[in-house]
């Protein structure tokens, strides 16, 4: 059995049913956009549990967050940026930006692992790759539920303020401050 075939096997047991966009994604689109690098999907698991089980995933990605011109003031550019508000005389409005592109917990396994725990191990595999790569800025697109927003919140992530349609999902940033930023150096 190839690689490929064991890990569509044991994604074929995720059930979200809360959000079909979730599942969606894990069993149609996971392994495809892995392979063409565009973005990682991480399990959660068991690891004292015989059987392999997928409690819950998370996928990520490098992004542009794009803002429109005009949209923010010279001071929440600046700090989106950290150094400047323009560059080369215009005002930037692109950051590169660490994507939370898809968040889920698994319904099999319910009261197993709860969202703020999923959260957790997502922000502490992007602060493992923050530190090789840099990078300051998180951006995750949820839906306007209020307890979905306020998880996010819980961990520092505000709404991007901007004129939103009906339905559209909303955009959240969190920016890294200096202390989870820059390691402490160790003491010897």
Known sequence: MSDETKAQ????????????????????RAIQFEKLGKSRTFFIYDEDQD??????????AIQVLKIPEGMLSGNKVKKLDGLSANMRGSRITEFPSILIGQLGKNEMYPGVISGSDVLEYCLATILEGQARLGGRIIMLECKDIP??????????????????EEGELLQMIKILEEDEIIEPKEEV
């Open 9 to 28: 096997e044991l994604i074929s047991i995720f059930v979200c049913e809360k959000d079909a966009d979730i599942e969606n994604f894990l069993k149609s």
């Open 147 to 164: 307890y979905l927003i306020s998880l996010y919140e819980k961990f520092g992530f505000n709404v991007l303020e901007r004129e939103y």
């Open 51 to 60: 059987e392999f089980q997928i409690l819950a995933y998370f996928t990520l």
